[in-house]
């Protein structure tokens, strides 16, 4: 079902006090500079001794509070920390915005290189095509991948720490997402949603003016998760897919998953009225209809303390260095790199049946 929560304000019986504070209320729904009244408490599955970023910073409040009711186009205000990844010139991947000055993505989105003028940061966008006056570019400082990660091995400690050149200013279409701390569980009863600009399937590219989209998924356990991703020539010991550093969510009945483009980007769920940042889009199955098993995040409470670790160690930016902010830029689309190649999905052709399936079919090439 479509819907918003956004309210609006009907006619008075006039005069000039009435219309002042009609006005004065609208412009501060809209400002440039928002701060919402109060910080996200600890919350009722975590340790109360434990202390994370969340409840030190202003974070995962939006103008779209309790149940966010149906449709696949997000309305503009309603992720505020949903970021777009920009190489050269091209939507790859997803993120999301945590602070001021910093942003998480997968760190397999930087295969094509690791150097930060490369890339943009796109933030306050619903429309990639269409930018709006709270739109904003932002540069990068540095990349910061999990020393772990492998790129011959992408599934695990797939996480990326993106350091901006310059702070961006709170709005309602701009704000960061709580980042929970370690110790942090989240319920399957949770209200939980992914968000991104990627395909539409496996051969269907989001088309003009390149929404973004949003669809609610379960999560799901560890045990039932592993049964998707076994075959009958394997066993859960002899290849254990689901590991420590990820989560699996899903929803297979109205078939929602997150599909190539949507890499990096956030699994969000509520608790306590805060929206946390639970997972990062890491891989999955091709997204082809019918889809066959759920989706495979990052768990970003798993990261938690090397997250705030790499934030702490970071100088900050010299801003006096920095390149100057850029005007916000409308985006072409996905068929357009910078140097006029069609970008053309790539699908495994295995058999469903065979263990080659599990290692080649993963759609470990999102971008």
Known sequence: MWGSRAQQSGPDRGGACLLAAFLLCFSLLHAQDY??????????????????????????????????YGGQIAKAERWPWQASLIFRGRHICGAVLIDTTWVLSAAHCFKRSLTPSDYRILLG????????????????????????????????KNIVLIQLHHPVIYSTHIF??????????????????????????????????????????????????????????????????????????????????????????????????????????NWNGACLEPIHSPNIFTKVSYFSDWIKQKKANTPAADVSSAPLEEIASSLR???????????????????????ALLLQSIWLRIL
């Not at 006056?133 to 540069?139: D, P």
């Not at 689309?333 to 263990?355: C, E, H, V």
């Open 35 to 68: 701060t919402p009244s109060q910080t996200p408490p600890p919350t009722s599955n975590t340790s109360p001794k434990s202390r994370g970023l969340a409840q030190k910073e202003l974070c995962g409040k939006t103008k779209f509070q309790g149940k966010i």
């Open 125 to 156: 966008y619903n429309q990639l095509s269409k930018p709006s006056n709270y739109s904003r570019q932002m540069t990068l400082n540095k990349i910061i991948l999990h020393e772990d990660y492998s790129k011959l091995s992408r599934l695990e």
């Open 176 to 281: 960061p997402v709580c980042v929970p701390d370690s110790t942090t569980k989240v319920s399957p009863n949770n209200l939980c949603w992914i968000s991104g600009w990627g395909m539409l399937s496996a051969d269907k590219f989001l088309q003009a003016p390149f929404p973004l989209l949003d669809a609610e998924v379960s999560l799901i356990d560890e045990e039932e998760c592993t049964t998707f991703f076994q075959t009958p020539e394997v066993s859960i010991t002899e290849y254990d897919v689901i590991k420590d550093d990820v989560l699996c969510a899903g929803d297979l009945t109205n078939q929602k998953s997150f599909c190539r483009g949507d890499s990096g980007g956030p699994l969000v769920c509520i608790l306590n009225s805060f929206w946390y940042v639970v997972g990062l889009a």
């Open 333 to 355: 689309g996905w068929g357009n790199y910078s140097a006029g190649i069609t970008l053309k999905p790539r699908i495994s052709t295995t058999l469903l049946s065979s263990q």
